[in-house]
T-cell receptor
Framework: KAGVTQTPRYLIKTRGQQVTLSCSPISGHRSVSWYQQTPGQGLQFLFEYFSETQRNKGNFPGRFSGRQFSNSRSEMNVSTLELGDSALYLC????????????FGAGTRLSVL | GNSVTQMEGPVTLSEEAFLTINCTYTATGYPSLFWYVQYPGEGLQLLLKATKADDKGSNKGFEATYRKETTSFHLEKGSVQVSDSAVYFCALLGPQGAQKLVFGQGTRLTINP
């Protein structure tokens, strides 16, 4: 069974631009969660989608948004990029019900110049 | 709110040494507890889990026991190898079913031959 796939692996953007990251979950998984990893703040929860609906949201500004498609694939978008948005963005998928073990992708490393 | 505290790193050991990485948590109810490992340039891999008090999770020689009386989930391994060098994260998942993992700050482990 294929794991969680995140694309692209690396991105370089400039301040003010916007970016879209993609995540394909493990087949059969209906929940996708997004996390931001930085050296200063560690791993922080962004949001979770289940059956195309945002079910949980972390404490991030509205510039961070996401969506989920009917095939459970998810995208997250960051608008008006700031230098502080440079981070590793990790996506995790799970069944979405019961004990939901989250399986992570390799991440997308975003650098904002 | 829920939180996880890990021992400060980095930790450097010689091959075949005994490893302990401390992890304590604060949570309402009965969370599920996890250890994830991150190798350089990769995402997070689930190492082991425990879902209720006194459960022992184990994998690849690593063990951790869910201790509700001390709110701890310390990671141990009897004899470490160079290949165990990585960053280890303790995490909890709240009992309410929300797919929001709360992570500790991570402990960087280096094993010297």
């Amino acid at each position: 069974k294929a794991g969680v796939t995140q694309t692209p692996r690396y991105l370089i953007k400039t301040r003010g631009q916007q970016v879209t990251l993609s995540c394909s979950p493990i087949s059969g998984h209906r929940s996708v969660s997004w996390y931001q990893q930085t050296p200063g703040q560690g791993l922080q929860f962004l949001f979770e989608y289940f059956s195309e609906t945002q079910r949980n949201k972390g404490n991030f500004p509205g510039r961070f948004s996401g969506r989920q498609f009917s095939n459970s694939r998810s995208e997250m978008n960051v608008s008006t990029l700031e230098l502080g948005d440079s981070a590793l963005y990790l996506c995790a998928s799970s069944l979405g019900q019961g004990l939901n073990i989250q399986y992570f992708g390799a991440g997308t490393r975003l650098s904002v110049l | 709110g829920n939180s996880v505290t890990q021992m400060e790193g980095p930790v450097t050991l010689s091959e075949e040494a005994f490893l302990t990485i401390n992890c304590t948590y604060t949570a309402t109810g009965y969370p599920s507890l996890f250890w994830y490992v991150q190798y350089p340039g990769e995402g997070l891999q689930l190492l082991l889990k425990a879902t209720k008090a006194d459960d022992k999770g184990s994998n690849k020689g690593f063990e951790a026991t869910y201790r509700k009386e001390t709110t701890s989930f310390h990671l141990e391994k009897g004899s470490v190898q160079v290949s165990d060098s990585a960053v280890y994260f303790c995490a909890l998942l709240g009992p309410q079913g929300a797919q929001k993992l709360v992570f500790g700050q991570g402990t960087r482990l280096t094993i010297n031959p």
